[in-house]
């Protein structure tokens, strides 16, 4: 697919984008430099790790750097031959949503929950003076309609907590090409969604593309979603651009290292050979055994309905024993979370039992249940959250030591904590810091290092390494390995990336609304999936545009 | 909470913020004038001696801004001939010593039970929620003419009173935010650590809410000095010789017309105080956010070590 080129310009070109932003630091250069380009009916993927600069240039396309702490150094940004920094903010604003529009990563936090979506979309028409009233609702319809929502007309009056995650994403998708705008930015688009989900929304911007000749700027961290849908690559790091051309080339032909370490981080579907990363040692006895775990969670739903409950967790049998890894894989919605949550005594069972070391967790007292949480940790899913914005890095990885009294002696927390952060590849300056100030990556390696500070046995990781670049998940994951080898610890690693795992490991259970569909040895649930849903999960893996020529996409 | 946890590591911290504040000319002068308020609550009654009281008939209702009769009359004189500016001096002692105490327990005991409150479930929230119902639902000056009444007015007293007419506020408010805090993954991670309810509480969602608090107890630091004059207006506050800025306000009401400045320069007094108070614990609030911190850190340098941001 070759982009039809304007004569003169570019349709909209940014050049020596610098970016910086102040803190009592001095200046933290964002972007140095940047300068790319993309015309009508292009993909154009920035793609980098966290940190990278990526979405720092998209914000400065549609203005949305905060200044202060912001502060754009250098550059022009040119639309149509357009200076947009000469434009008042009038003119700006007006061409943001209508010429240039854009969608974000969380769908969730991007749609006013107490809205409905008809209402939300008709003030895109109406904000910008297109069509108000019944006009506006007939357009919002038509958008539903286009972006894939079924019953439109029915739907329309629903608030965002009705849809799904993949449905609000293609609300917001619909929201952004509403008028017809000719670029659209989509900042990490995918991320917050299941992988099957994720190659559907990949699909409708394939086809909105083609069906409106729109340019893409597409930002991901994500090496397949960029293969799927580039037709050029720049790869960013450290606020530099470090690598740009054609998709192909880029992926099969990577010039700089940086380029190299990234797609070589990739865990290739169809390589059979690596192991490298399952335990060596031999499987000792269990240390956990569940026995048909059941759990439910009321669902009341006002007066007329009747009390009706959601059975989250269906009769969940396994055993994890020492030194072993056992995968939870499943899409959102298909009880894993729960899993984890019950059998740390977050969330209360609704019956059945797990035996660690041959007691009931559940039937635990308050003591034994001081000495459970000691030998049991949990890494969560959400870095950003799952750390107290008030307590410095120091604080959160020594809090273990303050609640379980006889681990450490205070004098050698400071030493313990650099060694700790050390392990998990930070620096001793960072333990007087606060969580805000570290990207996502980071703070899960704080999480694990908070996780490891008591010796445990076993660590439950609730999708640990999903937020995370695939650079730095395949360092998580070797560092998980190796202290398991090292330290014989258990994994319970719940994931809904099935590659991720692989190699990982020893054995798969695989979750579907509740229930397990398949739980084998990681080699036969590869080899040999006898679940079609098993086999669904595999091949939700995107292909490159260049392979995927079965489907050729009009200009 | 979070600025001891700074100071403990780095010495030279304490000092930084003394360096903040002297960057916001505003946040410095409030400091200024809160100190000197305090230094004359400490050291007026000392210094003044028996001005306070010591009846001048030459200077009854004496205008402010003459020196006639020395430096204590400058700012005027009240009925009896008294110095106002050394009755400003000597009542910022009880005026601070009431008013403090009052909000002090006021927020403590309702930040406390608004926590038990918001963090457990069970009846004993319900209990604690339904005495706050009856206490914000009764008139809160009946309230206090009442206790008064039936108590006998004295200075112990007086404070209570007003502490417990106060405290629904708090505990309201703490509940309202330990009921979103409590929710957040940090508090699920710290119980995953096999955290107690007291850390989770004290640790966790404590410093959280405290901002809030403290602004709120800024406010209302103006709301309980005019409640304690109405009081001691009623003749059930503060009882002479004894005076604070709120009784010289409520006597000096009667005088508006030709004496102005006898209820003017305690009305400034409690103004500016309040005024302060607000000042600096909204500088604090953002001090003490790591989140909002640049905002103060970054208003003028612009040197130091670079931070990475996500």
């Not at chain 1, 790319?36 to 940190?51: C, M, N, Q, R, W």
């Not at chain 1, 240390?287 to 775990?293: F, G, H, P, Q, T």
Request: proline share 5%; with cysteine.
């Amino acid at each position: 697919m070759t982009a039809p080129h304007l004569p003169s310009a570019h349709l909209l070109e940014v050049k020596d984008l610098t970016v910086d932003f102040l803190s009592l630091g001095g200046a933290f250069r964002a972007t140095n430099g940047v300068s790319f380009h993309v015309d009508a009916g292009e993909t154009l993927v920035i793609l980098g790790e966290s940190g990278s600069g990526k979405s720092v240039s998209a914000s400065a396309i549609m203005g949305l750097i905060d200044t202060p702490p912001g502060e754009i150094c250098s550059g022009t940004i040119t639309y149509r031959g357009k200076k947009l920094d000469d434009c008042g903010v009038e003119e700006r604003r007006d061409l943001n949503g209508r010429k240039i529009a854009m969608i974000f990563q969380d769908p969730l936090s991007h749609l006013n929950p107490v809205y409905t979506i008809g209402w939300q979309l008709a003030e895109v028409f109406s904000a910008h003076g297109v069509a108000t009233g019944a006009e506006a609702r007939a357009k919002a319809i038509d958008i539903l309609a286009r972006v894939g929502i079924p019953e439109p007309e029915k739907r329309i009056d629903q608030y965002p907590h009705q849809f799904s995650g993949g449905q609000r994403q293609r609300i917001m998708i619909g929201m952004a090409i509403a008028l017809h705008p000719e670029i659209l930015i989509a900042d990490e688009p995918t991320t917050a969604l299941d992988v099957s989900v994720q190659a559907q929304i990949l699909d409708l911007l394939k086809k909105l593309q083609a069906e409106d000749g729109l340019a893409i700027i597409m930002i991901t961290h994500d090496l397949e979603v960029a293969a799927s849908m580039a037709d050029r690559v720049i790869v960013m790091n450290s606020g530099r651009i470090v690598e740009e051309g054609h998709a192909r080339a880029v992926f099969e032909n990577p010039q700089h290292s940086y380029t190299k370490t990234l797609i070589n981080a990739l865990p290739h579907a169809d390589d059979t050979g690596g192991t490298g990363r399952r335990s060596t040692t031999d499987v000792g006895k269990p240390i956990l055994e569940v026995k048909s775990l059941n759990k439910y969670y009321g669902l009341s739903s006002g007066f007329f309905a009747k009390n009706t409950q959601l059975h989250a967790v269906k009769d969940l049998s396994f055993t994890v024993a020492k030194g072993e890894t056992v995968g939870i894989v499943g899409e959102s919605g298909s009880g894993k979370s729960t899993v984890a949550r019950v059998l740390l005594r977050l969330n209360d069972v609704s019956s059945g039992e797990a035996l660690f070391h041959g007691r009931d967790i559940f039937k635990m007292d308050t003591r034994e249940l001081l000495g459970f949480r000691r030998k049991v940790q949990m890494v969560f899913q959400d870095p950003y959250s799952s750390m107290n914005p008030r307590m410095t890095i120091f604080d959160i990885v020594s809090e273990p030591w303050r609640i379980h009294k006889d681990i450490l002696e205070k004098s050698g927390w400071r030493d313990r904590v650099t060694e700790l952060l050390g392990l998990v590849g930070l620096r001793p300056e960072h333990a007087d810091r606060y969580p805000h100030q570290f990207s996502g990556g980071q703070r899960q390696r704080i999480a694990i290092a908070r996780a490891l500070a008591c010796d445990p046995e076993l660590i439950v990781c609730d999708e640990a390494v999903s937020a995370l670049d695939v650079s730095v998940q395949v360092q998580v994951i070797d560092l998980l390995a190796q202290l398991r080898d090292r330290l014989g610890l258990a994994y319970i690693f719940i994931t809904h990336d099935l590659p991720i795992v692989r190699h990982f490991a020893d054995r798969i259970i695989v979750m579907k609304n509740g229930g397990i569909v398949e739980h084998a040895k990681t080699e036969e649930i590869f080899r040999n999936p006898q679940h079609a849903y098993t086999r669904q999960l595999m091949n939700a893996t995107p292909r490159p545009k260049w392979e995927a020529a079965s489907a050729p996409l009009p200009a | 909470m979070t600025i001891p946890a700074d100071t403990k590591q780095k010495p030279t911290a304490r000092f930084q913020v003394l360096r903040l504040i002297a960057r916001n000319k505003l946040a410095l002068a409030a400091v200024i004038f809160l100190t000197l308020v305090v230094l004359c609550a400490i050291f007026g009654p000392w210094l003044m001696g028996n001005l306070v009281d010591k009846p001048n008939f030459r200077a009854r209702n004496m205008a402010p801004f003459s020196l006639a009769q020395g430096w204590a009359y400058v700012l005027g004189a009240d009925t009896l001939g008294r110095s106002l500016l050394a009755r400003l001096i000597v009542g910022a002692q009880n005026t601070l010593g009431i008013a403090l105490f009052a909000v002090f327990f006021s927020m403590l005991i309702g930040g406390f039970l608004g926590l038990i409150a918001g963090y457990s479930r069970g009846a004993l929230s319900n209990v604690i929620l339904r005495v706050a119902d009856i206490v914000m639902s009764f008139p809160s000056l009946l309230l206090a003419l009442i206790v008064l009444f039936s108590l006998g007015p004295s200075v112990s007293n007086l404070v209570i009173v007003l502490a417990v007419t106060r405290i629904p506020i708090y505990l309201r408010t703490t509940r309202a935010e330990v009921l979103e805090v409590r929710e957040r993954m940090f508090v699920s991670a710290a119980m995953a650590l096999g955290a107690g309810h007291m850390r989770i509480v004290f640790r966790h969602i404590a410093p959280i809410v405290l901002p809030t608090l403290v602004t709120i107890g800024a406010i209302d630091f103006a709301t309980v000095v005019l409640a304690e004059s109405s009081l001691s207006f009623l003749g059930l506050g503060i009882q002479a010789p004894e005076f604070t800025w709120g009784a010289m306000v409520a006597t000096g009401r009667g005088y508006l017309a030709n004496a102005w400045w006898i209820a003017f320069w305690p009305g400034l007094a409690i103004l500016l105080t309040t005024l302060s108070l607000n000042i600096l614990s909204n500088w604090w609030r953002t001090y003490a956010d790591p989140q909002q911190r640049w905002r103060i850190e970054l208003a003028r340098s612009k040197k130091g070590i670079p931070e990475k941001r996500t």
